[in-house]
């Protein structure tokens, strides 16, 4: 679709790989071009699975818009096509290569951006297609599960595994009590499904809209970040103090986890063994919560509504069972099955009034907010591990040096007189190069914040997806991260350690941060696991 005419040349050149030249003059937008890209259209066309009324990218299918731009009203050629069986083996992602229009996006995404190479172009001509090591599936590759290549996808050929009717017969059924619970990023994304500006914070809608749908009751993940930020920051300190190992690095990004397990399993023992933010509020929910609202924790069902087609993964690893061998979370949905089930009930979003989160688990802080954006939980840990190791309240809460776009940050604080080394890095190809240098010697930190989509949770593989021409045009990362910043500012609590239901929680039932029931519940291990790559 990228062809044009190149005045002197003869045929057309593809823009994509033509290299401009001085003095050269282009043509887009000729009668012979339009006329060149209704044929590569057409052949297409040929050769795709058509099942638009049914595919999750109806309506939002670069392919469809460009054959409704073209006025193509029929399919022109016919004949044979490719039938390539449908890859859902691994717990977040379905590939359906029927639908590919082999644009190559996914395998430059994987391999530039997140530094992967988990898929490839394999075959020639009409056999050419997208696949892994061997044709296996996702799931048995090098694949991390970010969801980028989904984000990046044109068409229906790669989305996420859909769960959406697993939790509408959960919550059908009288007998169990189905908590759901929402990411800080879920809420500055899922407006823009309903046609709200990009970065909208439409939280009050959200929960109006889950408590329509029926959940026994609404909570924010959030709360589970000021878990983590407590578990973290003082594993962090524990580290400093007993001349622990350094540097430590975060891991509520599953992604990240799977990338250190198949890549850099020498480094397990730097990751801190805190478990995500949904999955500590699973384990809390199912434990103090169900004991002190006398429900039995067996029939409670915990939604977890992500911006993350990793966390899919996530629940289905060992070691995420805090009570009596129940999952902390048992299904995670993204920020687009949500929508799709919004859509579904008829509830007319936009039209919704705000709702408040219920209580008392509906208690969360600023710090909580912000770790939906590179940079946030690094901040958060900062404020927490800060005030507990001097001792006092910080004079400024907010460490700029860690907020921003950048891949790689780096940046020296002063906590307690102590100089900390921090890195923030998202997106897997600087996470690669960060790590390289660790292991070659060539950086030392003492904490790292690493997030697998590039800008953090907010541009996750569970988002809404932006066309190619609308990431073009707006900043999506600017707008979602003000957003989420805002929240923040707003908050009249800001810092973890001050929430009042962490204190309860702690006072009445974990005991100290850190100590021995928080560990079973909140903390988790690791695994070395096999990589395969091209
Ligand atoms: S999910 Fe991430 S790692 Fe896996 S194929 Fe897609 S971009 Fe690559
Ligand atoms: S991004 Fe989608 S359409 Fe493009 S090659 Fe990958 S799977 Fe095919
Ligand atoms: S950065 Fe966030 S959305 Fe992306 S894989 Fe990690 S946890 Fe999921």
């Not at 068409?155 to 939790?167: P, Q, R, Y």
Request: proline content about 3%.
């Amino acid at each position: 679709m990228c062809v044009v005419e190149v005045e002197g040349r003869r045929g057309f050149a593809t823009s994509c790989i033509q290299k401009a030249e001085e003095g050269m003059v282009v043509h887009t937008n000729t009668e012979k071009v339009i006329e060149a890209r209704k044929t590569v259209l057409d052949l297409i066309l040929s050769n795709h699975e058509r099942e638009c009324l049914t595919c999750t990218r109806n309506g939002n299918c670069e392919l469809q818009k460009l054959a409704e731009e073209f006025g193509l009203n029929d399919i022109k050629y016919e004949g044979s096509k490719n039938k390539h069986p449908i890859d859902d083996k691994s717990p977040s992602i379905v590939r359906d290569f029927n639908k590919c229009v082999l644009c190559r996006r996914c395998v430059s995404t994987c391999k530039k951006v997140q530094g992967i190479s988990a898929i490839d172009c394999t075959e020639r001509g009409f056999e050419s297609c997208v696949s892994t090591f061997e044709n296996e599936s996702l799931n048995d590759v090098n694949c991390t599960f970010c969801g980028q290549c989904i984000q990046n996808c044109p068409v229906g050929a790669l989305k996420e595994k859909d769960n959406t009717d697993i939790v509408e017969e959960k919550l059908k059924d009288k007998d169990t009590f189905v908590v759901v619970q929402t990411a800080p990023a879920v809420r500055v994304g899922i407006g823009e499904e309903f046609g709200m500006p990009i970065g909208t914070n439409a939280q009050g809608k959200m929960i109006t809209a889950l408590k329509k749908l029926g959940f026994d009751k609404v909570f924010d993940t959030n709360t589970g970040a000021d878990f983590t930020i407590m578990e973290e920051a003082t594993e962090f300190i524990n580290r400093v103090k007993n001349n622990g190992v350094l540097p430590m690095t975060t891991s509520c990004c599953p992604a990240w986890i799977r990338f250190v397990e198949m890549n850099y399993p020498e480094f397990l023992d730097h990751v801190s063994s805190c478990k995500s933010p949904h999955e500590m509020f699973g384990a809390i929910i199912k434990s103090y919560y169900a004991q002190k609202h006398n429900i039995d924790p067996s029939k409670i069902f915990v939604v977890s509504v992500m911006p993350c087609v990793a966390k899919k993964f996530e629940i289905t690893r060992d070691d995420m069972q805090g009570v009596e061998n129940l999952n902390d979370v048992d299904v995670v949905i993204t920020t687009r099955e949500l929508a799709r089930m919004i859509k579904r009930a008829h509830i007319e979003f936009t039209e919704l009034e705000d709702s408040e989160y219920d209580s008392p688990i509906g208690e969360a802080t600023g710090a909580a907010a912000i770790f939906g954006v590179t940079g946030g939980v690094m901040e958060a840990a900062l404020r927490t591990a800060a005030e507990i190791m001097q001792g006092t309240p910080l004079k400024k809460i907010e460490f700029e040096e860690v907020r921003g776009q950048e891949g790689i940050k780096k940046a020296t604080v002063k906590i307690a007189g102590k100089d900390v080394r921090v890195a923030v890095v998202s997106g897997l190809a600087n996470a690669r190069r960060v790590m390289e240098d660790l292991k070659n010697g060539k950086a030392d930190y003492d904490f790292l914040e690493v997030m697998s989509c590039p800008g953090g949770c907010i541009l996750g593989g569970g988002q809404p997806i932006k066309s190619s021409k609308t990431r073009s045009k707006v900043n999506v990362f600017k707008k979602r991260a003000d957003s989420i910043y805002s929240i923040d500012e707003k908050s009249t609590i800001r810092k973890s350690h001050e929430n009042p239901y962490l204190k309860e929680v702690y006072k009445e039932y974990l005991g100290e941060a850190g100590g021995h029931n928080a560990h079973k519940l909140l903390h988790t291990s690791y695994v070395k696991r096999e990589k395969y790559r091209f």
